[in-house]
């Protein structure tokens, strides 16, 4: 056919059909564009709503907006210039949603909203409104992954360490650790970790009092329930290390135990301060309160599986009288002097902001520093053994010490006035007791504030005498405690 012909025998010209093609593209890429656009528009509208997701459901970590003083951030020169304060410290504080109800009430003792800052780590969102808290909560996250033979809390609570962190908040320098039943003395810690460098790597804490629980976890752990301190410089380490860390040591009773094989594999040992107290013992903690030794009092746990501090009162109410004392001068809680009275032959032992003993004998100074054994081991309830020396509590009511404890305490600017009570007790008493020691129903104490700064030098027990020439006065004693001279000596 012609046509067919024609149509077989004209040649193709490729330049034409290149040009065909190419008149394409412009709807071809327009149809590109709008595509990109409407995915673009599709991811932004997913990520707003992951975004918006995430805000809601990530609420639990945090149920009210941090206080200010955590959040802002000073300028870099003014942290470098300031010694360590309460606001360098981050708290860690191990909890369960389960327990912190009651628990609470001990962090209320030295809590204060408006200068510490932390959080307590709990498994789940507590069934109290926030306004009821004590102190703010974070959700632990991650820890259900790693196993254990013992305990999944023990994981969970080894971790706060590595949240905390985390977290990235400003100023810090040091995170301290305890559990929801620790009572931490702040104005302590800040001195005794005033002490150490935080740019260093330091893991300060102490041991157990009793000699079976160092020798099941070990002599050099700093035990969580009186707390521990991470320097900064450290804590950026422990972060990188300790999720592989708690798998390593999957076998491990406690998180204290965990958290201290983790910093012994970076190899930084423990700094002992003496004055975190797990109070592993049983029984009535008097003995070891009223001989407390020459270091400052930084933390009290287990005050749940001990008698109350003060006899007739509950626990909280015990504490509460402690802190009053402490309140005014905080660092001299505790601090023991003793001194002699040769023209009644009495031993004569002060514990400031606690309680005063005296003996109708005199005892040599060794003795009157070494505590009482009231209390039991931990685990077996025994009497001993223990990391320190005790002295038995004699069955003979006559050589048993006449006991007084602080019914209130006066601030008079730079110094105190402490009044201790008479305690009769239901225990028998003393048939040939001393008739001038059965007068003395109260006793005040007088003293200078202790600064500090004391603690940061060589410390030296503080010396203390009779006022008014010993002379008991309405029941009254009055007695001062001050500064040792340079060649005072308390002797027999």
């Known amino acids: ?155 969970r609570i080894a971790r706060i360490v590595y949240e905390s962190f985390k977290l990235g908040l400003p100023k810090v320098r040091w995170f301290v650790m305890g559990d929801d039943d620790t009572v931490f003395f702040t104005e302590n810690l800040v001195t005794v970790l005033g002490k150490y460098d935080h740019n260093q790597m330091y893991y300060i804490g102490a041991s157990s009092e009793s000699v079976e629980q160092n020798v099941m976890h070990s002599y050099n752990m700093a035990f969580g329930g009186g707390g521990f301190a991470i320097s900064y410089a450290l804590a950026a380490q422990l972060a990188k290390i300790m999720d592989g860390c708690l798998n390593r040591y999957f076998f491990f009773y406690g998180s204290d135990q965990r958290v201290w094989a983790c910093v012994h594999e970076i190899g930084v040992p423990l700094t002992r301060e003496g004055g975190f107290h797990q109070l592993d013992i049983r029984g009535n903690p008097y003995g070891f309160l009223a001989a407390h030794p020459l270091e400052p009092l930084v933390s009290l746990h287990h ?29 001299r809680i505790v601090q023991q002097s003793f001194f ?54 004699s069955s003979d009511p006559c050589q048993q010490p006449a006991l007084f404890f602080l019914d209130n305490v006066t601030d008079v600017g730079s110094g105190s006035v402490t009044t201790y009570k008479r305690y009769e007790g239901k225990e028998a ?15 005040n104490v007088s003293a200078l504030k202790l600064d500090p700064e004391y603690w940061k030098n060589v410390p030296r027990r503080q010396c203390c005498k009779l006022m008014d020439g010993g002379n008991i006065k309405d029941g009254s004693m009055h007695i001062r405690i001050r500064k040792c001279r340079l060649q005072e000596t308390i002797t027999i």
């Open 1 to 155: 056919m012609p046509w067919e012909r024609k149509m077989t025998n004209t040649p193709i010209h490729e330049p034409s059909l290149k040009v065909s093609r190419f008149s394409l593209l412009p709807e071809k890429l327009g149809g590109v564009v709008v595509l990109l656009i409407r995915f673009g528009i599709l991811v932004c509208l997913v990520a707003s709503i992951s975004l918006a997701l995430h805000s809601t459901f990530s609420k639990p970590d945090r149920w009210f907006p941090l206080p200010e003083h955590i959040r802002t951030v000073p300028d870099a020169s003014v942290i470098d210039s300031v010694s360590t304060n309460i606001s360098h410290i981050l708290f860690g504080i191990a909890g369960s949603a389960n327990t912190w109800h009651d628990r609470s009430s001990y962090s209320m003792l030295w809590w204060k909203p408006d200068t510490t800052r932390g959080f307590v780590w709990l498994d789940k969102r507590p069934k109290i409104l926030h306004t009821d808290m004590s102190m703010p909560y974070q959700i632990s996250h991650g820890w259900a992954r790693f196993k254990y033979v013992h305990s999944a809390s023990a994981v």
């Open 340 to 393: 002699y009275d040769h023209k009644r032959r009495w031993s004569i032992s002060i514990s400031w902001g606690y309680t005063i003993q005296i003996y109708t004998t005199l005892l040599i100074a060794a003795d009157l520093q070494m505590p009482l054994q009231t209390f039991k081991t931990w685990r077996s309830w025994k009497d001993g053994p223990f990391t320190f020396n005790t002295r038995p509590m």
């Open 303 to 331: 005050l749940d599986q001990l008698h109350p501090l003060f006899p007739n009162q509950t626990r909280i109410h015990s504490m509460k009288k402690l802190m009053s004392a402490y309140n005014i001068d905080p660092a």
């Open 429 to 443: 008493k003393c048939k040939r007791e001393d008739i001038n020691l059965v007068k003395v129903q109260k006793i």
